[in-house]
């Protein structure tokens, strides 16, 4: 068949039969066969088969068009790339036997259950509109150069198949990936010290200063109250207890060495080669890498991935950089720092100041707006309440507008200066430590882009990307902290890492699912969430259309210890309009993470509130109370707990 009626364009546009994933030319006007058994008789091994001959076909093909031929829409696609004088493979899936079959196994694959569907360069483009679009915007043109550059890579010798731009979480997912896969790999990690000097090993973010010592902090000061709690469960000692900052630092920072090693030596187990060098574009497709000597080395790669994270904001006011700290020093911190003024409502602010107050510090909290931006602002002010309730003090709407030293010592002494931000209030106090933690900004600014033409947004430093992590340069990609719109997550940078590499390298198509990703906040007590907001929940699909079920719950192992009945908290967000199905999971309470976690699973398999009741709970735990919610907000009736 033709392109669009007529005749044939200027481009080759080949049908494929036979053998599916052995494309061959056929006449205009042929059918092509592919002969397969119908939909309910496909076994799992053939349906795999079909699925692995479609890849190929995908992998093989630099214009893919899954195709009907009495499709306009289809015509419209053949048409377009017959002028632009691209070659493009086509199966008309009317024209092939069971090809309902076909189309059902390819909509797995690519989520698009209509023709035509669409790839460039392995790339999903979509259908008709999405390709269009596409054409419109360039970056369709931009995809199709990708194969000049793949031809050129075979003809020139670049240095590696991928170098990847930043060694934490991310990129050490990428680059393993994609060495397992046969490819040469480089990555390049440099972490620039601190105003303060701190700076640390392989593993980014997480590893050195976010959620590995974080949540050992956290365990600290959950095992100060465990032993408050232990003598009301027979426990008797006399022996005073107090906690000791520097062992808890040096066994933190001894485990977190263990792991920097385990990196290095799983990069070089997989013949990744490793640089401790700051890398920054010089021009397409090369790099410049500078050590601490300020030495360069210039290399030259395929393809690139920029996994750069973020680093903490500064207030931009007099005495920030020269006498506060950050998360990037706090972990590694060789002394104890006393009375903390923690500046900021994010959920690093809140952890910090939660796990200082726990192991028996003077802690304040220092709030612009609202707590926990971004999270279910009920659950943000139960977080915050509690912590008030167990020795944490807030100053609510108040900004730093200057930091002087009064005593220089480990820790010294240090004046804040804040004024309100509704109206012209000042107040002053006197704190030991300042720890900030106004938000983070992307290590985007200072790596090249704009000599290659890596587009970023100019306000916040974020790189849009499309659906496949591709950047405005078709040869460079992004991944984690650094990405517009997508979830500041260490699991998430992973699981885009490897899908990545396994798209760039392997002939998969799966793409990192964003959507209903869980989290939790580890204050002390801990809030997981998944799915919407409540306040979200309500703008995208209307109160009348919600339903929220919630309850507070005693933990069985506060009970005895006579800890806060009715504080801990649990509630769904419910779609009436779609069988009840959750969107929208909150708890706060004892090991909120490990309950979460499970239930994400059954929210991306579609739970609704009908199969949660019909879920028999584990007794006695927190996660139980989840099979048993009865109480909706609409209702107005009471939720406090007499008993278990």
């Known amino acids: 068949m033709s ?62 068009i899954f195709s009907k031929s009495y499709c306009p829409h289809s015509t419209r696609v053949k048409e377009l790339f017959s002028s632009l004088g691209v070659e493009h493979n086509i199966l008309e899936l009317d024209q092939i036997d069971d090809g309902a079959t076909v189309q059902e196994v390819l909509s797995e694959i690519t989520n698009q259950r209509t023709v035509p569907n669409i790839f460039v360069n392995k790339v999903h483009m979509g259908g008709c509109d999405r390709t269009l679009q596409a054409h419109q915007s360039g970056l369709l043109q931009k995809l199709l150069q990708e194969d000049s550059h793949e031809s050129s890579y075979d003809h020139e010798a670049y240095d590696y198949d991928l170098i990847i731009i930043g060694g934490g979480s991310g990129g050490l997912s990428c680059a393993k990936e994609a060495a397992i896969l046969g490819k040469k790999v480089m990555v390049l990690d440099f972490v620039v010290p601190s105003p303060h000097g701190t700076s640390w090993g392989l593993g980014g973010t997480c590893v050195n200063v976010g959620c590995i010592p974080k949540k050992l902090m956290h365990q600290a000061a959950l095992l100060g109250q465990a032993l408050h709690d232990s003598r009301k469960f027979g426990w008797e000692y006399n022996q005073q207890v107090k906690h000791n900052w520097e062992t808890m630092i040096e066994a933190i920072q001894n485990y977190i060495g263990s792991l920097n090693w385990g990196y290095r030596l799983s990069l070089r187990e997989k013949e990744v080669t490793y640089v401790n060098s700051y890398g920054e574009f010089v021009e397409h497709h090369k790099i410049k890498a500078a050590n601490r000597k300020g030495q360069e080395t210039s290399y030259t790669a395929a393809k690139f991935v920029i996994a750069t994270g973020e680093r903490p904001r500064y207030l931009g006011i007099q005495g920030d950089k020269e006498y506060c700290i950050t998360s990037d020093d706090l972990f590694s911190l060789p002394y104890c720092p006393g009375k903390t003024l923690v500046v900021g409502a994010s959920y690093v602010a809140l952890e910090c100041a939660g796990f200082l107050a726990g192991i028996g510090l003077d802690v304040t909290v220092m709030v612009r707006s609202i707590l926990l931006r971004g999270f279910d602002q009920e659950m943000a002010e139960k977080v915050g309440s509690y912590m008030e309730q167990h020795g944490v003090k807030f100053l609510r709407k108040f900004i730093p507008v200057m930091i002087q030293q009064l005593e220089k010592g480990s820790p010294g002494k240090l004046k804040v200066v804040a004024k309100s931000t509704e109206g012209t209030e000042t107040i002053e106090g006197v704190y030991n430590t300042v720890l900030l933690a106004i938000g983070r900004d992307p290590c985007t600014r200072k790596i090249g882009l704009e000599k290659i033409g890596v587009k970023i947004n100019e306000k916040s430093g974020k790189i849009p990307v499309n659906d496949v992590e591709q950047t405005s340069v078709p040869y460079v990609y992004a991944i ?113 993470g490990e309950v979460t976690q499970g239930f994400a699973a059954a929210m991306k398999c579609g739970l609704t509130k009908q199969l949660l009741d019909g879920t028999i709970g584990i007794h006695p735990t927190c996660g139980e109370v989840f099979t048993t919610l009865d109480i909706t907000k609409s209702s107005g009736l009471d939720i406090t707990q007499k008993g278990c």
């Open 3 to 64: 392109p669009g009626p007529g005749k044939v364009g200027t481009g080759s546009n080949r049908h494929l039969d036979g053998v599916l994933g052995a494309p061959k030319s056929s006449p205009p006007g042929r059918r092509a066969r592919l002969s397969t058994p119908g939909t309910s008789r496909l076994s799992a091994e053939a349906r795999e088969d079909l699925r692995r001959r479609l890849l190929g076909l995908i992998e093989g093909n630099r214009v893919m």
């Open 480 to 592: 984690g902290d650094i990405l517009e719109g997508k979830p500041e997550l260490t699991p998430v940078a992973i699981q885009a890492g490897k899908l990545l590499a396994q798209r760039l390298f392997g002939g998969r198509l799966e793409k990192c699912d964003y959507i209903n990703v869980p989290t939790t906040v580890f204050t002390p007590l801990e809030y997981g969430c998944c799915g919407l907001p409540e306040e979200k929940a309500i703008e995208v699909y209307k109160k009348e259309n919600l339903e929220v079920y919630h309850t507070l719950f005693w933990p069985l192992e506060w009970t005895v210890a006579g800890r806060d009945n009715n504080t801990c908290y649990a509630k769904i967000i419910c779609n009436r309009l779609d069988t009840d199905r959750v969107i929208g999971f909150h708890i706060l309470g004892p090991n909120a």
